[in-house]
Nanobody, 113 residues
Framework: VQLVESGGGSVQAGGSLKLSCVAS????????RGWYRQAPGNGNELVVV???????RYADSVQGRFTISQDNAKNTLYLQMNSLKTEDTGVYVC?????????WGQGTQVTVS
């Protein structure tokens, strides 16, 4: 199983970025999946999780600004991030929970200045 993120970068506050996570070895739509972020001193912070039954949960800090979506044909998970704030800076990691096993990507850096 491999999860590969892309789309990170540097952006000014108020800007937007769209992250992608391509999965191989699992079917995203059959798994729980989501995005986490790691910032210095904050550990792993949940950004959004999307259960296999379709339930979505966003962190309060990103509600209304971030949107998770998926392209089943490409087996790719997306995170559209709008109205970015400096506190959104971190390494964004894609994750999946499939049949009791958890998988993580390597992460993509997002820097908001």
């Amino acid at each position: 199983v491999q999860l590969v993120e892309s789309g990170g970068g540097s952006v000014q506050a108020g800007g937007s970025l769209k992250l992608s996570c391509v999965a191989s070895g699992i079917i995203f739509s059959s798994c729980g999946r989501g995005w986490y972020r790691q910032a210095p001193g904050n550990g792993n912070e949940l950004v959004v999780v999307w259960s296999s039954s379709g339930i979505l949960r966003y962190a309060d800090s990103v509600q209304g600004r971030f949107t998770i979506s998926q392209d089943n044909a490409k087996n790719t998970l997306y995170l559209q991030m709008n109205s970015l704030k400096t506190e959104d800076t971190g390494v964004y990691v894609c994750a999946a929970l499939c049949s009791g096993s958890r998988y993580w990507g390597q992460g993509t850096q997002v820097t908001v200045s």
